[in-house]
């Protein structure tokens, strides 16, 4: 009989530890859950964020991505993608929850490649060209191949700099890749591009962006190099000229769709 009342104290001993034990792991999970959340909330509506966003144990993982999906089916959270999510705004109007803005998604789909937004969108707003475009390109260090994300058709190409992460380059690089697709900008011709990268952008430029701009250059195909020699002779930088010129090969012949002044 002893034996046998030991035994069920040892029993009801387990069953207390076990409950204690499965009492604490729901507190836990109730705690996190809340902790979760509350770095969601403190997100702008509108932003896309990825599980690297927010803040949390690795061997949490899976249990985050289930929080995701769940607030996700509450209508919560709108899902992106596989991994990315954002809050939605709701309209002022009473139009329910608005789409995440373009911008919002350019600034997204960057991040995730390392790169940035360049081609004939960017061209537009540069005042190069008149025709709007239907596809967006994005530079990056490790081009994909052409796909769809929500309602972009997104293209890649090569970046000619590795360093796509230091926003203020981007404005340079914009304009020597628009200086290599010279011949491919819709509704413009060469000429037209070689004038108006000179007189909107080389010529307002202080020597140390026109140093920057040789720099980055350097990176670039020998066509682009040319034409920078070209335009910084044009505008009488003729030291930054002649540390151009010396990056090409003196026996390289050019077929050029513009003339110098």
């Known amino acids: 009989h002893l034996c046998d009342r ?146 972009l058709d997104v293209e890649c190409v090569k970046a000619y700099c590795m360093d796509c992460s230091d926003k203020s380059l981007v404005p340079y690089l914009r304009l020597l890749d628009a200086i290599k697709d010279m011949k491919r900008i819709p509704g413009t011709t060469g000429q037209d591009i070689y004038n108006r990268v000179k007189s909107q952008y080389f010529n307002g430029y202080s020597l140390p962006e026109l140093k920057k701009i040789v720099s980055l250059a350097k990176s670039y195909p020998p066509r682009v190099r040319k034409t920078v020699t070209d335009i910084l002779g044009d505008i009488g930088q003729t030291v930054l000229q002649a540390e151009m010129a010396k990056t090409l090969l003196p026996t390289t012949r050019f077929n050029l769709d513009y003339r110098t002044a």
């Not at 030991?6 to 076990?18: A, E, K, L, T, V």
């Not at 929080?67 to 002022?92: F, H, I």
């Not at 937004?117 to 967006?136: D, H, S, W």
């Open 6 to 151: 030991r035994q069920r104290q040892m029993c009801i001993r387990d069953r207390y530890i076990i409950f204690a034990s499965e009492t604490t792991e729901i507190k836990d999970m109730a705690s996190f859950r809340k902790e979760i959340l509350g770095q969601i909330e403190r997100i702008d509506a509108g932003r896309i964020f990825t599980f690297r966003d927010l803040s949390f144990e690795t061997e949490k993982t899976a249990n985050v991505a289930v929080l995701l999906s769940e607030q996700s089916r509450k209508g919560v959270l709108v899902r992106v993608e596989k991994g990315a999510y954002y809050r939605p705004k709701k309209s002022v109007l009473g139009l329910g929850k608005l789409p995440v803005y373009q911008d919002e998604q350019f600034r997204y789909l960057t991040g995730k490649l390392n790169g940035y937004i360049t081609g004939a969108y960017i061209y537009n707003k540069m005042g190069l060209t008149e025709q709007v475009a239907t596809t967006i390109t994005i530079a990056t260090p490790n081009p994909v191949r052409r796909f769809r994300f929500k309602n």
